[in-house]
């Protein structure tokens, strides 16, 4: 069964400052993943996804990820976080067999400082 | 282009009491899924629909869940009878194509059960 870490609940960094939150996935063939980002009174939206190809993918909002099999990680990056960027962020796997059904993390709160 | 339509948008129960919830996705998009989001949890897939079959309902709890896109466009979440563990955001999502489309999510309904 496929399953998603997120280790950090709740990051904060001030604007301006670069951030990266931490995915961890457990599945045992190539996965498909990605990132999503809820904010308050907005639903949920697709940050940036893998399927295969290059490891570094460029998302919306300037975000990207890198997929490390190694380490089995997906990590999502921004060198400069702007206030608007303070939402909940979830990593999801899918199953090659169906990327529909994803299993999600249960999410890291990122809080943006002045 | 008109995103995803959920109705009603909050929704208070007593326990044991029946609560449907209505879906309509972004016309042209065949599949359609319905997660349950508990609070500071990621969402959880219910149920995946492809026009008007079910792909996947393996975490459906079907003993009080059910689901229906009886003409492969809107679809229905019911909960019959309601448990205090049932409160949670309820989301429903549309892609165009199956496994690995982009999903697009619907603002959710709130459900409390007291």
């Known amino acids: 069964a496929q399953s998603v870490t997120q280790p950090d609940i709740h990051i904060t960094v001030s604007e301006g400052a670069s951030l990266e939150l931490r995915c961890n996935y457990s599945y045992g063939a190539t996965p498909y993943l990605f990132w999503y980002v809820q904010s308050p009174g907005q639903g949920l939206q697709l940050l940036l996804k893998y399927f295969s190809g290059d490891t570094l993918v460029q998302g919306i909002k300037g975000f990207e990820a890198e997929f490390k099999r190694s380490q089995s990680s997906f990590n999502l990056r921004k060198p400069s976080v702007h206030w608007s960027d303070a939402a909940e962020y979830f990593c999801?796997?899918?199953?090659?067999?169906?990327?529909?059904?994803?299993?999600f993390g249960d999410g890291t709160t990122l809080t943006v400082k002045p | 282009e008109a995103g995803v339509a959920q109705s009603p948008r909050y929704k208070i129960i007593e326990k044991r009491q029946s609560v449907a919830f209505w879906c309509n996705p972004i016309?042209?998009?065949?599949?359609l899924y319905w997660y349950q989001q508990i609070l500071g949890q990621g969402p959880k897939l219910l149920i995946q629909f492809q026009n008007n079959g079910v792909v996947d309902d393996s975490q459906l709890p079907k003993d009080r869940f059910s689901a229906e896109r009886l003409k492969g466009v809107d679809s229905t979440l019911k909960i019959q009878p309601a448990k205090l563990e049932d409160s949670a955001v309820y989301l429903c999502?549309?892609?165009?194509?199956?496994?690995?489309?982009?999903?697009?999510f619907g603002p959710g309904t709130r459900l409390l059960v007291l």
């Open positions: 016309s042209g998009h065949a599949t």
């Open positions: 999801a796997v899918g199953a090659w067999t169906n990327a529909g059904k994803s299993t």
């Open positions: 999502a549309s892609s165009f194509g199956g496994s690995g489309e982009t999903q697009y």
